[in-house]
């Protein structure tokens, strides 16, 4: 059983040319809903990808909520540690451009209210146990405690970017970051993607910076590596870093070697990124087979 902690929320997704700049109002083509969060979305990846689930999460008693629960439900992820709250439910605001870029604010809500009581036995007999910022980070130091004293796997994706403790951070055992946060960890813009990787992963199982249109870049303990992106007509790439993220962690639940389950979670945030949305563009482990095979 592999854990996510981490958020659930609803997508207002506008599709304009660009996003407005300060002060500038711009017309949307389009209008749409669609179910995210950070931590919901790499669930969804994760079990798509063949991995069994649990959700450690968040949701308001209200429609969103009850939208959110019902979806997950469906994908047949196992949502016993899941926590009701009087806060609406997170809602991000996204911005997708035609040229698939986007940009996104978030309202937390019931994601940074999710209760810390019985937090070791919804993560105990976990494979492994992955998280993201969106939550309340008293709660990721918190699961990622519990996972350094019962020697689980605990795979941090420092995301979104935010000042993080030096606690959290020793004790992730994989980090996961773009370049933007592996430059926040670091304090110094990353010049070069593999050094940066092989500076994040000391003292550390392994460490991954994710590099857009340029594919991934890892290191751990025997070596490091990059591999490109592949080429794809991107419609939107809102949940190619949740992809990617659920997929390897999935991946690596399954007994994948570093390499390996970073292959298949770069194919698998390259298919996300041919569709719109995050979780509706989540591919399923016979597409990331069938992609990979004809590669």
């Not at 798509?48 to 649990?54: H, I, P």
């Not at 009087?86 to 870029?101: H, K, M, R």
């Not at 939550?135 to 918190?142: H, M, N, R, S």
């Not at 194919?267 to 949305?277: D, F, V």
Request: charged content about 15%; overall charge negative; aromatic content about 4%.
């Amino acid at each position: 059983m592999l854990v996510v902690v981490g958020s659930c929320n609803i997508d207002l997704v506008l599709r304009l040319d660009r996003a407005p700049t300060a002060g500038e109002t711009r017309i949307a083509r389009s209008l749409s809903l669609h179910n995210g969060g950070k931590g919901a979305n790499q669930a969804v990846a994760a079990c798509r990808a063949g991995a069994q689930v649990r959700l450690l999460g968040g949701l308001g008693q209200d429609p969103y909520g009850d939208r959110l629960y019902q979806a997950l439900t469906t994908e047949g992820i196992d949502l016993s540690a899941l926590s009701w709250s009087q806060l609406p439910t997170g809602t991000a605001c996204i911005f997708v451009e035609d040229s698939g870029d986007n940009r996104i604010a978030i309202y937390p809500g019931a994601n940074r209210d999710i209760p810390l009581a019985n937090l070791e036995t919804q993560i105990a007999g976990a494979s492994h146990v992955l998280a993201q910022l969106e939550v309340d980070p008293q709660l990721v130091t918190a699961a990622a405690r519990i996972c350094r004293a019962q020697r689980i796997p605990f795979v941090l994706n420092a995301s979104p970017a935010a000042e993080i403790s030096p606690e959290l951070l020793a004790l992730a055992d994989i980090l996961l970051v773009n370049t933007e946060e592996s430059a926040q960890i670091l304090g110094a813009p990353v010049q070069s993607a593999m050094e940066a990787a092989a500076r994040l992963a000391q003292g550390r199982q392994a460490a991954v910076i994710t590099l857009g249109k340029d594919g991934a870049a890892w290191a751990n303990a025997t070596g490091q590596g990059h591999l490109p992106a592949h080429p794809v007509a991107v419609e939107d790439s809102t949940g190619c870093g949740d992809a990617f993220a659920g997929v390897l962690v999935a991946a690596l639940a399954a007994g994948a070697t570093l390499p390996t389950a970073i292959a298949r979670a770069n194919a698998a945030a390259a298919l996300t990124a041919t569709a719109l949305g995050a979780q509706d563009a989540m591919p399923s482990r016979l597409a990331i087979d069938q992609f990979l095979a004809s590669q």
